[in-house]
T-cell receptor
Framework: GDSVTQMEGPVTLSEEAFLTINCTYT??????LFWYVQYPGEGLQLLLK?????DKGSNKGFEATYRKETTSFHLEKGSVQVSDSAVYFC????????????FGEGTQLTVNP | DTAVSQTPKYLVTQMGNDKSIKCEQN?????MYWYKQDSKKFLKIMFS???????INETVPNRFSPKSPDKAHLNLHINSLELGDSAVYFC????????????FGPGTRLTVL
């Protein structure tokens, strides 16, 4: 079945450090790919998305590129802030599967001042 | 102006009780979902409705019964609650005929004692 694998956390960085959270997927078809973020005590917010190969999603300084050849969608940010501390989820969606979101395990990011 | 709302935000109850969680979206979307987030933050689809029709029904105990009175509402009723039902339940919605981005509610934290 379809699946998403994220790098294991937690990840702890200092402010202004470079962030990479790895995400790879397995899917029977051509999925849309997403990064969602969950701040403490809150629901999930869409961070960025990409719907086809080589698309780059970007938002709030975060970027991820849909790499079909490596089935990856790694999240990057050049300079993290304390306010970026949250849990980050990589996810895929396939219309053939009723457009359900299949999530990775989530990666807890803590940014220290 | 909340897009996807859920009530209640917190629900504490005894084993064996029956409880409901309500979800409403004012985005005009045609599809709504229920996801369960366990204690390790893992998110998994439970149900999905499109225009009041059930389209996804994952391997969920039949103690869980979704009901969609209209396409703006999707409620989750749980009978004979068990300790293992303790989790955060998220409602989401999307306009599947246009795009596949799902918008999430704030979640309902269910604690079964």
């Amino acid at each position: 079945g379809d699946s998403v694998t994220q790098m294991e956390g937690p990840v702890t960085l200092s402010e202004e450090a470079f962030l990479t959270i790895n995400c790879t997927y397995t899917a029977t078809g051509y999925p849309s790919l997403f990064w969602y973020v969950q701040y403490p005590g809150e629901g999930l917010q869409l961070l960025l998305k990409a719907t086809k190969a080589d698309d780059k999603g970007s938002n709030k300084g975060f970027e991820a590129t849909y790499r079909k050849e490596t089935t990856s969608f790694h999240l990057e940010k050049g300079s993290v802030q304390v306010s970026d501390s949250a849990v980050y989820f990589c996810a895929l969606s396939l219309f053939s599967s009723g457009s359900r979101l299949t999530f990775g395990e989530g990666t807890q990011l803590t940014v220290n001042p | 102006d909340t897009a996807v709302s859920q009530t209640p935000k917190y629900l504490v109850t005894q084993m064996g009780n029956d409880k409901s969680i309500k979800c409403e979206q004012n985005l005009g979307h045609d599809t709504m979902y229920w996801y369960k987030q366990d204690s390790k933050k893992f998110l998994k689809i439970m149900f999905s409705y499109n225009n009041k029709e059930l389209i996804i029904n994952e391997t969920v105990p039949n103690r869980f019964s979704p009901k969609s009175p209209d396409k703006a509402h999707l409620n989750l009723h749980i009978n004979s609650l068990e300790l293992g039902d303790s989790a955060v339940y998220f409602c989401a919605s999307s306009q599947t005929s246009v795009e596949d981005t799902q918008y999430f509610g704030p979640g309902t934290r269910l604690t079964v004692l």
